[in-house]
């Protein structure tokens, strides 16, 4: 389909393990942006990218959390050294730009053993 | 923190309008009322958003109160596939942030 993809769809790690999160956007969409559900919660904003130019980061709980978007299409989310408390579902979503509705994917559900 | 208020929960008959009230009372004159839903185990959908005048798209209607501290989303005729968490966010139109914030949102439960 057309609509944002994201990858894997679940993801098991153990604590201390590092993790990488992809998303493909919707084709020709400038704006990226990662959310963090926890259960029972309503999605929280993560960062923020416009084209290749990650603009907002100010969600991001740690150091650890790490996110690019090298072509300006692709992004992935990296967390290193991973806790308990980041399992949780990653959210992407895209947009033709920032004031557009936004297009999520299912996300992926990470759990951290 | 969200600046709307949304009942938790909700129900709601097979077949027949749901009205989902929001309360955003501090709005600012630039800020959007959207409105998105999640079904379990999928990413939020977009269904509408309006600034000032009610809107209407093929999924939903959006009523907004003149002074503009409140709204409501009308599913008009509701099926069980409408079973979701219903957030209702607002948003600057311009500047830097381009982020939503959710809330808890209104669990609606449609039932046969």
């Known amino acids: 389909g057309a609509g944002v993809s994201q990858s894997p769809r679940y993801k098991v790690a153990k604590r201390g393990q590092d993790v990488a999160l992809r998303c493909d956007p919707i084709?020709?969409?400038?704006?990226l942006f990662w959310y963090q559900q926890a259960l029972g919660q309503g999605p929280e904003f993560l960062t923020y990218?416009?084209?290749?130019?990650?603009?907002?980061k100010s969600g991001l709980p740690s150091d650890r959390f790490f996110a690019e978007r090298p072509e300006g299409s692709v992004s992935t989310l990296k967390i290193q050294r991973t806790q308990q408390e980041d399992s949780a579902v990653y959210l992407c979503?895209?947009?033709?730009?920032?004031?557009?509705?936004?297009?999520f994917g299912d996300g992926t559900r990470l759990s951290i053993l | 923190d969200a600046k709307t208020t949304q009942p938790p929960s909700m129900d709601c008959a097979e077949g027949r309008a749901a009205n989902l009230p929001c309360n955003h009372s501090?709005?600012?004159?630039?800020?959007?009322v959207y409105w998105y839903r999640q079904i379990h185990s999928q990413g939020p959908q977009y269904i509408i958003h309006?600034?000032?005048n009610n809107e209407t798209n093929e999924m939903a209607s959006l009523i907004i109160t003149e002074d503009r501290k409140s709204s409501t989303l009308i599913l008009p005729h509701a099926t069980l596939r409408d079973t979701a968490v219903y957030y209702c966010?607002?948003?600057?139109?311009?500047?830097?942030?381009?982020?939503?914030?959710f809330g808890k949102g209104t669990k609606l439960s449609v039932k046969p």
């Open positions: 979503a895209s947009s033709l730009d920032r004031h557009q509705p936004q297009h």
């Open positions: 084709s020709g969409h400038v704006s």
């Open positions: 990218f416009q084209n290749e130019a990650q603009l907002d």
């Open positions: 501090t709005i600012s004159g630039n800020e959007y």
């Open positions: 309006g600034l000032k």
């Open positions: 966010i607002v948003r600057a139109s311009g500047g830097s942030q381009g982020n939503l914030i």
